[in-house]
């Protein structure tokens, strides 16, 4: 212990942890302790190839939204005396199904596809994979656990799912 009191890492030396810590395996790169490799395919994906892929799912989902139901979007504004609140969640609710659907299906979407990643289970979480994609899309959705990440460049919705964004 130094003189604050701090005992450092659980076995009383600084900065190492002990058997049995969720930490053990030291970060050396994105997804080391995951078990992937540090590049080519099945690495993870950096930052911004990851908000390329949203940015072109979430446009994606807003044109589907506003050709089927007639909901404003980035092509099509509302109309001069304004929509109804529950038109704007349209292009969400669109999103949503949309997301869970191809991530069910072929653990991609349109947006990770061109970008070249896709969507893997970790093994931690035993919820089978349609369960898992539902809870990491409303969470996506939420935004909130989206933008909090660990070092391995996992947002919570990823982490509470058991899934890790990859290249393909």
């Not at 970060?27 to 490799?37: A, D, I, S, V």
């Not at 908000?51 to 072109?56: D, E, M, N, W, Y």
């Not at 109309?79 to 997301?99: D, I, K, N, Q, Y």
């Not at 969507?119 to 909090?148: F, H, N, S």
Request: aromatic share 6%; hydrophobic share 45%.
């Amino acid at each position: 212990m130094d003189a604050m009191g701090d005992a450092g890492g659980r076995d009383g030396r600084a900065g190492t942890f002990g058997p049995g810590d969720a930490d053990e395996t030291q970060f050396e790169y994105r997804g080391n302790r995951l078990g992937r490799p540090e590049s080519g395919s099945g690495s993870v994906p950096g930052f911004g190839r990851r908000v390329v892929a949203l940015i072109i799912d979430w446009l994606l989902a807003s044109l589907l939204a506003s050709a089927l139901f007639g909901a404003p979007s980035v092509f099509a504004p509302a109309p001069e005396g304004g929509t109804p609140p529950s038109a704007a969640l349209l292009p969400v609710a669109v999103f949503a199904v949309m997301v869970i659907v191809l991530l069910t299906l072929f653990g991609t979407t349109a947006g990770k596809l061109l970008t070249g990643s896709g969507l893997a289970a970790t093994g931690e979480r035993a919820l089978p994979w349609p369960v898992a994609m539902i809870v990491r899309t409303v969470l996506l959705c939420l935004v909130v656990p989206a933008v909090v990440y660990d070092r391995d460049q996992r947002g919570l919705h990823d982490r509470l799912a058991g899934t890790i964004s990859v290249r393909l």
